[in-house]
Structure formats: C-alpha cells, structure tokens
C-alpha cells in the first residue's frame, strides 16, 4: 500500500491501540494532519500500517511517547503574533483580577517554550514577573525538554528581534540571553518560577482557579467534539472572569459553553469567563 493512500480505517485502528494500549486518545483528533503526522513517521521508520500497529501493541511504552512526540505539530516561534502580545500587555495582564497579589497562569500546549518565554519577558519588563505562578504544560515531552533547557538556534531567535520590537520591547532581545555555538540559551531567571509538566489536555484533569489560560493552536487540531469537551475543562479550570487566549484561527463559536464567555477582543481571540 502506498503511505500516501492510508485509509481512515488504519488510522482508526492505530488511534484504537494507542488509546486501548497506552491512553492516549487521538481518536477526535483532525484526520488530516493525523494521516500526514501518521504516513510521516511510516516513511522515516520504514513501518507498514501493520508493522506499526504490532510495534504500537507489542512495544514498551517508550515507543508510544516517542511515536506521540513525532505525531504532534509543535511548530511555535518567539513573540510571534505581535498584536496579541500588546493585547496582553495592554489590556489583558493589567486586568487580571489579582487573587493575594498574585496570579495564575496556565500555558496548555506550550511546545518548546518558545510562548511561555515571550510571556515571561514581557511579564518581567511590566515588573510583575514575580507574582505570577505559571504551569505550562503539553502532551509532547520531548518539546517540553527543550521548553525546560531555554536554548533555541540563535538564528531562529534572531529572525524574532524585529517582532519583539513590535511588542514594545524595551530592551533588546539580546540582552535576555547568551551566544553559545550557534544557540541562544536564555536567562534562566525567565523561567524560575515556571513549572513545566506533562499534561494531556484530552485524558487530563483540568486544573484550579486559573486566572489566564493561554491555548493557542492547539485546538486547531481537535475535531469539534474534542473542541467542546477539552473547552468544558478549560472553563472549569478558570476563575469567574479570568481570560482564555486562544490562536487567531480558533474560535468558540460552535462550542456548547460560548455563552459563558464574553469575546473581550475578536481580532486576538481573547475570551473572558462570564458565567460558572
Ligand atoms: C502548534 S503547537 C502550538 C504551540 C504554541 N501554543 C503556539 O501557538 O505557538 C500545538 C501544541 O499542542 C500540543 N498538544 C497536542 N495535543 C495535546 C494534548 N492532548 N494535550 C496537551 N498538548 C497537546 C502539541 O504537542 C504541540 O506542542
């Protein structure tokens, strides 16, 4: 069979063993960037429809985590969508209800670090970096090592100079990190009081009065069932008139709790819990 031309019904049953075998539950995931992911890790490792679902059943569960880091899209860059962070900045972090002098933020989904970082840097400049309690969390532990380490090809953060500019940046980008051989590894002061987890917004619990939720593109990769029922816990997780930030392409719209957000800025996506 051609790796191009899997059916729905293989990966049906690869999503199947994955969920039965290890609990991972990519079944309501969209099928077409799961067929890509799927026909992907076939064509590197060399496996058929078969040899991967024997693998999947009969493996150490070393070999499904490394299967579910290759199946997921991890793509993320620094400061990236300037407008949303001077919302952020703006707007939205001034207007956190404080609870105690401090606040909660959870970044689901946070990939490599790279959001977690731009939020922290612009927390830092607004000199309330240190009353913020941040659990940023994802599926993929292999991204969540990088996220840990804090140390991107300095090319890449070099191409995101220019959109921390557009933030207002008041320093330069430079001054939060050192050049070693080609990378940038950055301050580690950024992320102290970050605690990175894995965290699978599917099979997980939610967490406890969140005051900011930060789940951007994310979502774009859950079918609308899977939209509402990871919504439902996103809700619960947040405080009555804390914040969710979703990405530019997501909305709330067809979800069934939309009338318990407010939509604070349409352009940015940005909701505000209105109703428990
Ligand atoms: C495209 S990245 C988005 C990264 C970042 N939020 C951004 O917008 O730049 C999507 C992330 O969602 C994570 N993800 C996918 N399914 C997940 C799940 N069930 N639970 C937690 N994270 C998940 C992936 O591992 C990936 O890191």
Not at 37 to 51: G, N, S
Not at 147 to 164: F, M, R
Not at 214 to 238: A, E, W
Request: aromatic content about 10%; proline content about 2%.
């Amino acid at each position: 069979m051609m790796h191009d031309k899997i059916e729905n019904a293989d990966l049906e049953r690869i999503a199947e063993v994955l969920y039965r075998r290890h609990r991972y539950d990519f079944r309501d995931y969209a099928v077409s960037s799961f067929r890509r992911r799927v026909v992907r890790i076939m064509q590197i490792r060399k496996l058929t429809v078969e040899t991967l679902i024997e693998k999947l059943t009969h493996s150490s569960p070393a070999f499904a985590q490394e299967f579910l880091n290759e199946i997921t899209v991890n793509v993320t860059q620094m400061f990236r969508d300037p407008g949303f962070w001077n919302v952020m900045r703006e707007e939205i972090f001034p207007a956190i209800p404080r609870n105690q002098n401090h606040f909660k933020i959870w970044h689901a989904g946070c990939s490599s670090g790279e959001e977690v970082l731009t939020m922290t840097i612009l927390l830092k400049e607004m000199c309330i970096l240190e009353h913020v309690q941040i659990s940023a969390t994802d599926i993929n532990t292999s991204t969540l090592n990088q996220a840990k380490a804090a140390v991107y090809p300095l090319k890449a953060v070099q191409l995101s100079e220019g959109n921390y500019k557009n933030c207002q940046g008041s320093h330069s980008l430079k001054s939060y990190y050192r050049e070693e051989n080609g990378y940038a590894a950055f301050d580690r002061d950024l992320i102290a009081q970050v605690n990175f987890f894995q965290h699978d917004l599917v099979m997980g619990e939610t967490f406890d009065q969140v005051d900011l939720i930060v789940c951007r593109n994310v979502m774009i990769y859950f079918n609308q069932s899977l939209q509402n029922d990871v919504l439902r816990k996103l809700h619960k997780g947040l405080n009555k008139f804390g914040y969710l930030a979703m990405g530019s392409k997501e909305s709330l719209i067809c979800c069934d709790f939309s009338n318990r957000f407010s939509l604070v800025n349409p352009t940015e996506k940005i909701y505000q819990k209105i109703i428990d």
